[in-house]
């Protein structure tokens, strides 16, 4: 029928610029918010762009991906294998869980962040995590 407001999604993954590698939850988010007459709008974030090194290495980079993060309505972040991103994808759930933001985390992402929670709720290192290298625990 008619769409009344826009929503924006913020999707946080490692395979941004290959817009196919997440078609099927484009095309769920689509339907999700025509679903309740809204237009969506996603704000593609490369996870690694999130991580403290991007700081110091690429600061542009690495506040852009935070003011695409920060000004989303929700944050979405897909699954993914490897340690590259894990970091960036559980600074956005963190983000998300400490500022009140809808957040969707699906397969690995679900998964890595449930072990991560407690990692950073209590000020520790994310690089602790067993499946990361040079990890001493």
């Known amino acids: 029928d008619r769409v009344i407001d826009d929503v924006t999604i913020a999707l946080v993954g490692k395979y941004t610029k290959l817009?196919?590698?997440?078609?099927?939850?484009?095309?769920?988010?689509?339907?999700a918010a025509l679903a309740v007459y809204r237009r969506l709008k996603l704000n593609w974030v490369d996870a690694e762009h999130l991580e403290h090194k991007f700081q110091s290495s690429d600061p542009v980079k690495y506040h852009d991906a935070w003011k695409q993060l920060c000004t989303a309505d929700g944050v979405l972040v897909p699954g993914g294998f490897g340690c590259r991103g894990v970091e960036g994808k559980s600074l956005a759930a963190h983000y998300a869980r400490t500022s009140g933001k809808p957040y969707l985390g699906t397969s690995c992402a679900l998964k890595s962040n449930c072990v991560v929670f407690p990692l950073l709720s209590f000020s520790f290192c994310t690089r602790c995590v067993s499946w990361l290298p040079g990890c001493s625990h």
């Open 19 to 31: 817009e196919d590698s997440y078609i099927s939850v484009i095309k769920a988010l689509k339907h």
